[in-house]
C-alpha cells in the first residue's frame, strides 16, 4: 500500500491504508473502552480527490491555544563585527551556521555608554580653531597706515609694485614738486605749457574766483602778482593769499597760511594769526578737498600759438593720436595759392598719426602726414610707416 503525507502547521502525520484497516478491525472485534481524554479525537473530515485516488478517512490535527506573548525582552546584544556566530544543533540534525553583517547604528547599552567618544577625523578632515581677542584697558590708539605699511614691510608679507617715477611738476605759486594732499594743495592744473599751480593754491589767490561751471578766472594775474610778493612764513616769493583785514599786508602761500594757523573761512576769505577771533568760529572752514571738477581758465588759440612760435621745442604737442611735428611757414607770394576759406596749407607741415592699418583690419600702423610744394601748388603726401612692409607714399594735389 502507499503511504500518504499531510502536512499542517510545520507537523508531519503519516498515514497507511494498512494502519486504518487494523484499526476498522479492532472497533468491530473489541468492546470498546473507556476512552482518556488525552486519546478524545475530532471529528473526522472527508476530503473527495479525483486524481485516481481511492477515498481516504483524514484526521485533523488538534488546533493548539494560542500562547499569550511574553513582555518584552531586553535588547539582544550582538556579537561584534564580522565575527561568526554559530548557534548549537542535537546530533542527526541540521547544522546552521550564520553571519552577520556590521551594523549601521550602534546599540545604545552600558558597555557603550562606558566607551569615551572617538573622533576619527580629527586632524584628517577638519580641524577645531578658537580665537581669543584681548581688548585692553583704558584707551587705545589704532594704528595709522603709515605703521602699518611699515609693519608689512619688515615682515615682508606683501607684494609691493615698483616705485612710480617721481613726479618733476612744479608748482608756480608755493613752489613744491607733484600732487598735494586732497585736504591741502590738492592736485596739480595745467596753467601752461610746462605751467602747473595747485588747485587749492590758485583757488584761495585774493583775485581768483571760480564760475558755477568750474572755471578758475583770473589765474595768470595773481600769478603775476605773485612774483613780486614774498610770504611772511618762508620768505620766499609766489605769495597770493592775503589776509582779509583792512590794511593788513600780511601775504602768505596757502600751504604756509596752513602752517601758520591761519583762519579761513567759508566765503574765501583768510585772517592771519594776529587778527583772528579766539576759540572757534561758525564760519570757520577745516577742510579744503575739492573733488567737483575744477580747471584754469585760459585763451587756448594763444596758448597754441605761443608753442607754435617756440624754435626749439622739448615738448611733443599731441591731440588724441595726432602727433605735431612742425608748423611749416607761408611766403607772401604763396598765400593766393596756399590756403581756402577753411584751412591754411603751410609748406613743411608735419604731423604723424597712430591709425588703423590698411592691409591688416586687426593692427593699427603710423601715417606721416607733410605738405609739399609742386608747380606753385600744394602737394599732400602721406607716408605710411608699417613694420614688416615697405613704406607706402600717397600723394595728391587735395586733403581728401
Known amino acids: 500500500m502507499k503511504d500518504i503525507v499531510f502536512c499542517s502547521n510545520n507537523c508531519f502525520v503519516l498515514y497507511s491504508a494498512a494502519v486504518q484497516a487494523k484499526n476498522s478491525e479492532n472497533k468491530e472485534s473489541g468492546p470498546s473502552l473507556p476512552q482518556s481524554p488525552m486519546q478524545e479525537r475530532p471529528p473526522k473530515a ?34 561584534p563585527a564580522f565575527e561568526a556566530a554559530k548557534v548549537e544543533a542535537k546530533p542527526d540534525e541540521l547544522k546552521v551556521t550564520v553571519k552577520l553583517k556590521p551594523r549601521l547604528k550602534a546599540i545604545h547599552s552600558s558597555l557603550d555608554e562606558s566607551r569615551p567618544p572617538t573622533k576619527k577625523w580629527k586632524g584628517m578632515k577638519w580641524k577645531k580653531w ?8 583704558g584707551s587705545f590708539k589704532p594704528p595709522c597706515e603709515e605703521e602699518i605699511d611699515e609693519f608689512l614691510k619688515k615682515l615682508g608679507t606683501t607684494l609691493k609694485p615698483d616705485p612710480v617715477p617721481k613726479d618733476y611738476r612744479k608748482c608756480c605759486f ?35 574766483y571760480e564760475t558755477q561751471a568750474g572755471a578758475l578766472i583770473n589765474v595768470e594775474l595773481a600769478l603775476r602778482r605773485g612774483l613780486q610778493m614774498k610770504c611772511m612764513f618762508c620768505h620766499k616769493m609766489g605769495a597770493t593769499s592775503g589776509c582779509h583785514r583792512l590794511r593788513c599786508t600780511n601775504i602768505y602761500h596757502f600751504t604756509c597760511a596752513i602752517k601758520a594757523q591761519c583762519m579761513f573761512f567759508k566765503d574765501k576769505t583768510m585772517l592771519c594769526p594776529m587778527h583772528k577771533p579766539k576759540g572757534t568760529h561758525e564760519q570757520e572752514l577745516s577742510y579744503f578737498a575739492v573733488f567737483r571738477r575744477v ?14 612760435q617756440r624754435g626749439e621745442r622739448d615738448h611733443t604737442f599731441r591731440v588724441g593720436s595726432l602727433i605735431f611735428h612742425a608748423v ?14 577753411k584751412a591754411l596749407f603751410p609748406v613743411g607741415y608735419e604731423a604723424s598719426r597712430l591709425y588703423w592699418s590698411m592691409r591688416h583690419a586687426s593692427r593699427r600702423c ?24 615697405e613704406d607706402l607714399v600717397l600723394t595728391d594735389s587735395t586733403p581728401k
Not at 511574553?70 to 546584544?77: F, H, K, L, N
Not at 598735494?180 to 583757488?203: I, Q, Y
Open 130 to 137: 578658537s580665537i581669543q581677542i584681548v581688548i585692553p584697558k
Open 328 to 341: 611749416g611757414q607761408l611766403l607772401p607770394q604763396q598765400m593766393q595759392a596756399f590756403h581756402s576759406s
Open 174 to 208: 608755493c613752489h613744491e614738486e607733484g600732487d598735494g594732499l586732497t585736504d591741502g594743495p590738492a592736485r596739480l592744473l595745467n596753467l601752461d605749457l610746462d605751467l602747473w599751480v595747485h588747485l587749492n593754491c590758485a583757488l584761495w589767490s585774493t583775485e581768483v
Open 366 to 389: 603710423r601715417y606721416l602726414c607733410s605738405i609739399e610744394e609742386k608747380d606753385g601748388l600744394p602737394l599732400f603726401v602721406i607716408k605710411v610707416v608699417e613694420q614688416g612692409h
Open 46 to 79: 472527508f476530503h473527495q480527490y479525483s486524481n485516481n485516488i481511492s477515498t481516504l478517512d483524514v484526521h485533523c490535527l488538534p488546533q493548539l491555544q494560542e500562547k499569550v506573548s511574553p513582555p518584552p525582552s531586553p535588547p539582544i546584544m550582538f556579537p
Open 295 to 308: 580747471y584754469v581758465q585760459r585763451d587756448e588759440v594763444r596758448q597754441i600759438a605761443s608753442i607754435v
